[in-house]
């Protein structure tokens, strides 16, 4: 970061601003000198947009209201000679923002101006100036405001973050400029080396973090259903809750940390240790979990649930470090790679342990393509899984121990503060309608997230079958993403979320029809492509979803405190996915009624005692011991099919008996519904 202020802006003040959105260096704009437009050409390459100011403590002769026109925007400001124009002194200050640097009633907090420069002084730079309402005035005759937009974050800003690094400085040179108006993106192989560097290193520590996370969401469940029930699958899905719930101890990663270690590393460096060692215990008795996890009716599952837990726990927490670690990795201008490392990263991690390790760890995929002689299991196993990644965690958090080193720094935040604005946060109306909205949102399609996949298994779906479709899944899910983003800035975000629920109930019922359809000789390619075409667009309907909420909610949050806002919107957002899905597993066990009944002649190669009467076999356990004795197990009512047809129902009415008016009405709402008392204050 370029840090010649003291003799870049002479005579002139450099205001830091600490609000989210803005880091403010206004300077007078009169006579600049060629130096000074070139030093200051750079805050414009580096992110900064011009925007004219009033002018402060200027009075106009004979106006006797001039003295309190611009009294509160001149707060903090130093004291300017009305007959110069000129400043007393240089300072630096980080000053709170005014209510002049936001816009209550606007979806834009800043805009530009094309106006032309047309009778303006020589070297002016013609912009919409802000009043102080927000809004432009037409003064066009003052100061020149540069903010640096998409700084969102929480305090201490990003400006703080910068001035407390080891290698800030105001004695250097800026780095030369671009030429005027070159608005070019920069490409992974421009950025500087120090840049590239933290970027793989960002990557590396996020697909770490995807590594346990892809088997606990996505492959343990598949692999449990030889074992467990769905009711018992349902009790393993708890393990997923950290993940949905980490804003409830993030203040205190952020303000508990050893300056031997750094903030971030003293976090980041025991966690791993402890997945590494975690997953190599895992690993070394993942088979005999597994089968105690369902053996005694499935009560073992809670001890094998609890190990995971703990391991997603780990992975939560290590993600809240990693995050704010990745606010001070990257250069300024480069903040944007890191939202770039978090989607490959995590990305990858998850893909490897669902989709690539479903197909290895399937015993006729191994032998259809590896295999001379066949072999019951698959070419990886959990256990051999687990082990590898587990020294490989334990490597990395080595190398990042020695080889690593984390910029010092002095700040702290403040635990009760955070929690008291959390607090605040959920006094509000406009909030408390959302959270419902959140929470009761997906009912009508957890059946199907959550026991499709695993009904098709059990009518037997191979597992490779399972992977290729998600394989050939996720390149739609990225590519229609894309355009979910861009109808989410073309058109209102909630209509298109509207839209996408009614899309994602009828995928529903396609995916309910499917699984009755799975036909008796077997999966066939028209069956297989169906099921491909039924699981894209499920997925796209989601993806819209998630995208459209996601820019409502960054347009909604306070950008005073933008950080802990968007986190509180996305745990309750993933909540509201995350906690139903118990529930509905159980349900389908409940709705099921399943007998096993006796041989007529008894086989000559019973696995266990012989059975001779009927009896229940929804239970996974009941089902093997029945198949074992020789028996057959008889699906009398399937409850997938009816909890689906409940969920369905359940999302429709209410769909438009609430969530849709109440959307309507929450994106109706102007911005200053959703923001904190006392914030304008600020």
């Not at 630096?92 to 009778?119: A, C, F």
């Not at 997938?640 to 369905?648: D, L």
Request: proline share 6%.
């Amino acid at each position: 970061m370029p840090s010649s202020l003291n003799d870049t802006f002479l005579r002139n003040t450099v205001h830091l601003s600490t609000a989210p959105e803005t880091s403010v260096l206004p300077f007078h704009q009169s006579s600049i000198p060629p130096e000074q437009a070139r030093r200051a050409s750079f805050w414009t390459e580096q992110g900064f947009e011009l925007q004219e100011v009033p002018p402060r403590h200027k009075v106009e002769k004979g106006d006797p209201s001039g003295d309190n026109k611009h009294k509160k925007r001149s707060r903090g400001t130093p004291k300017q000679d009305s007959s110069t124009g000129s400043l007393e002194g240089t300072q630096h200050l980080l000053s709170n923002p005014t209510d002049s640097e936001y816009e209550s009633d606007d979806t834009q907090m800043t805009r530009k101006s094309n106006r032309s420069n047309q009778g303006e002084p020589n070297g002016a730079i013609s912009t919409a100036s802000h009043g102080q309402n927000g809004h432009a005035n037409g003064n066009m005759n003052s100061h020149i405001e540069m903010r640096r937009k998409n700084a969102s974050m929480d305090s201490p800003t990003q400006t703080a973050h910068l001035m407390r690094r080891e290698s800030f400085t105001l004695d250097d040179e800026p780095p030369p400029t671009t030429p005027s108006g070159s608005n070019t993106n920069t490409s992974f192989f421009e950025l500087p080396r120090q840049d590239r560097r933290n970027f793989l290193l960002l990557v590396l520590l996020y697909f770490l973090q995807g590594i346990p996370m892809g088997l606990a969401a996505g492959s343990v469940p598949f692999l449990l259903k030889s074992h467990l029930s769905y009711g018992q699958i349902g009790v393993f899905s708890l393990a997923s809750y950290p993940y949905s719930l980490k804003l409830l101890w993030s203040p205190i990663v952020d303000a508990v940390w050893s300056p031997k270690l750094g903030r971030r590393k003293s976090w980041i460096l025991p966690i791993q240790f402890c997945s590494g060692f975690g997953m190599l215990y895992m690993g070394s008795r993942a088979k005999d979990m597994m089968v105690a996890a369902g053996a005694e009716d499935g009560s073992g599952v809670w001890t094998f649930t609890w190990w995971w837990f703990f391991l997603v726990f780990l992975c939560a927490t290590q993600d809240i470090a990693v995050d704010g670690w990745a606010l001070t990795l990257l250069s300024p201008q480069n903040l944007s790679y890191a939202s770039t490392a978090q989607t490959v990263g995590l990305t990858a991690g998850q893909f490897l342990s669902y989709t690539v390790f479903l197909a290895f760890n399937s015993p006729n995929f191994a032998n259809r393509w590896f295999r001379s002689n066949p072999s019951p299991e698959g070419v990886m196993t959990l256990g051999g899984y687990l082990t590898f990644w587990g020294w490989g965690y334990l490597i990395v958090t080595v190398g990042l121990a020695l080889l690593k080193r984390e910029d010092k720094t002095t700040e702290r935040d403040g635990i009760v503060e955070v929690y008291k604005s959390m607090l605040g946060i959920l006094k509000l109306r406009s909030i408390q309608s959302i959270i419902i909205i959140h929470l009761i949102a997906k009912i009508g399609f957890q059946a199907n997230d959550a026991v499709t996949n695993l009904k098709l298994l059990d009518k037997g779906f191979s597992q490779e079958d399972l992977a290729l479709t998600v394989l050939i899944d996720f390149p739609f899910e990225i590519g229609l993403g894309y355009y979910a983003g861009r109808w989410s800035t073309a058109y209102p975000p909630i209509h298109v979320w509207c839209w996408a629920f009614i899309g994602r109930l009828i995928a529903a019922v396609i995916a309910q029809s499917t699984v009755m359809i799975f036909p008796k000789e077997g999966v066939q390619t028209w069956y297989l492509l169906t099921v491909i075409g039924s699981h894209i667009f499920s997925t796209f309907t989601n993806t819209v979803m998630f995208v459209t909420i996601s820019a409502f909610h960054a347009k909604i949050a306070d950008p005073v405190i933008g950080g802990t806002y968007m986190t509180l919107l996305a745990t309750v957002s993933n909540l509201g996915g995350t906690f139903p899905r118990f529930f509905i597993l159980k349900l389908v066990d409940f709705f099921t009624i399943a007998t096993c009944h006796p041989p007529i002649t008894p086989p000559k190669d019973l696995k266990s005692d012989l059975i001779t009467s009927t009896f229940s076999c929804v239970l996974e356990t009941e089902k093997h011991r029945c198949v074992a004795g020789g028996g057959t197990c008889d699906i009398v009512r399937d409850g997938y099919y009816i909890t689906n047809v409940v969920c369905v129902i359940v999302g429709v009415i209410t769909f438009w008996a609430y969530i849709r008016p109440a959307a309507m009405k929450l994106q109706a709402l102007p911005l200053r519904a959703w923001r904190l008392a006392g914030d304008g204050e600020r």
